[in-house]
Nanobody
Framework: QMQLVETGGQLVQAGGSLKLSCVVSGRSFSSYSMAWFRQNPRKEREFVAA????????YYAGSGKGRFTISRDNAKNTVYLHLNMLKPEDTAVYLC??????????????????WGQGTQVTVSS
């Protein structure tokens, strides 16, 4: 069973940056594709970014394209999300997710098998 633990969320001013981390327990991290989603206070979940198992292919939702960067370190069982030029509308709980399909970067919520609990990002104006 995989466990995903996100950290790095905090209160930040608009225009600022954050680095989120998701540490995954389990022996097969390097065979999983990973993604970040975010959930607003109305519990609506939105895809943010995805990365394939070996890290050479990524895909971003329009809202974060050019501002967010997803990356991974398979030696550390960790996936990252760098958030730049943050806006108040980026305020959400950010969750990481793992898919057993190594090449999956479609960002479809139902294709992800394991989820973390999330980390809160709050952007003040």
């Amino acid at each position: 069973q995989m466990q995903l633990v996100e950290t790095g969320g905090q209160l930040v001013q608009a225009g600022g940056s954050l680095k989120l981390s998701c540490v995954v327990s389990g022996r097969s991290f390097s065979s999983y594709s990973m993604a970040w989603f975010r959930q607003n206070p109305r519990k609506e979940r939105e895809f943010v970014a995805a990365i394939n198992a070996n890290g050479d292919s990524t895909y971003y939702a329009g809202s974060g394209k050019g501002r967010f960067t997803i990356s991974r370190d398979n030696a550390k069982n960790t996936v990252y999300l760098h958030l730049n030029m943050l806006k108040p509308e980026d305020t959400a709980v950010y969750l990481c997710a793992a898919s057993t399909t190594p090449w999956n970067i479609r960002g479809l919520e139902y294709e992800y098998d394991y989820w973390g609990q999330g980390t809160q990002v709050t952007v003040s104006s």
